[in-house]
């Protein structure tokens, strides 16, 4: 043996323990990490592959004809609809249109009870 080298000495049992215990709980740490990385690039990968799962429309030119008197009230976005609050003769109608290819989704009309 050199002076260079060290001579390791055994752990006691207590040590053995112990680092057997800190191995195990860096193994379940590691395991927890890459869990939660797959979770996230899983939930990445189906929110892109969800998206051009649809239709693509491109919306040209659109007109949309309101009654006569109808006033514009508000304007909104909900998620992939387009609100239009209106104002027809002191009666309030909400249209909705598809952000994506601006045709109407619907309509709702408030009125007063008689």
């Known amino acids: 043996m050199t002076t260079t ?3 390791v000495p055994e752990p006691t049992p207590e040590q053995a323990a112990l680092f057997a215990r ?6 379940i740490a590691g395991l927890t990490t890459a ?16 998206s051009e799962g649809r ?3 491109t919306a040209g030119d659109v007109t949309a004809t309101l ?3 109808a006033k514009i009230v508000a304007t909104g976005v909900a998620g992939d ?3 239009i609050t209106l104002d027809i003769g002191g ?9 994506h290819t601006l045709r109407p989704a619907g309509k709702l009309k408030f009125a007063n009870e008689p």
């Open 67 to 69: 009654p006569k008197g």
């Open 55 to 57: 239709a693509v429309e």
């Open 5 to 7: 080298d060290t001579a």
């Open 81 to 83: 609809r387009l609100v």
């Open 35 to 50: 869990l939660a990385i797959c979770a996230v690039l899983i939930a990445v990968g189906y929110r892109l592959f969800k």
């Open 91 to 99: 009666i309030t109608e909400i249209r909705t249109f598809d952000a």
């Open 22 to 27: 800190v191995r195990r709980m860096m193994l």
